[in-house]
């Protein structure tokens, strides 16, 4: 079992800045993948970034390459999401996931864990 928690979320304004974190406890796997995932109201929870934990691979959408960046602190066993150049498009909850094994997967139903969620608001 995998237990995540995300953090770091909030209000912030257009072409800011935020940094989002999730814990994990239970495994410190190396062969596993670990991603972030959005759900804006009314919309379907879409991919984001995912990383492998390995050998750190990245891979990101569309819509947030070259703002976003997605990184693993292998000691305190947290996964972390770079926010630059916040837009009000990317207002949603965000979800860390994980699951065991080594290649990128971008769809949800691939992840076995979730996080709670943390809420991003960009607004002026």
């Known amino acids: 079992q995998v237990q995540l928690a995300e953090s770091g979320g909030g209000l912030v304004q257009p072409g800011g800045s935020l940094k989002l974190s999730c814990t994990a406890a239970?495994?410190?796997?190396?062969?596993?993948?670990m991603g972030w995932y959005r759900q804006a109201p009314g919309k379907e929870r879409e991919f984001v970034s995912v990383?492998?934990?390995?050998?750190?691979?990245?891979y990101y959408s569309n819509s947030v390459k070259g703002r976003f960046t997605i990184s693993g602190d292998n000691v305190k066993n947290t996964l972390y999401l770079q926010m630059n150049d916040l837009k009000p498009e990317d207002t949603a909850v965000y979800y860390c996931?994980?699951?065991?094994?080594?290649?990128?997967?971008?769809?949800?139903?691939?992840?076995?864990?979730w996080g709670q969620g943390t809420q991003v608001t960009v607004s002026s």
């Open positions: 996931a994980a699951r065991i094994g080594s290649t990128i997967r971008t769809n949800k139903a691939a992840y076995d864990y």
């Open positions: 990383v492998t934990w390995g050998n750190g691979y990245t």
């Open positions: 239970g495994s410190r796997s190396s062969s596993r993948t």
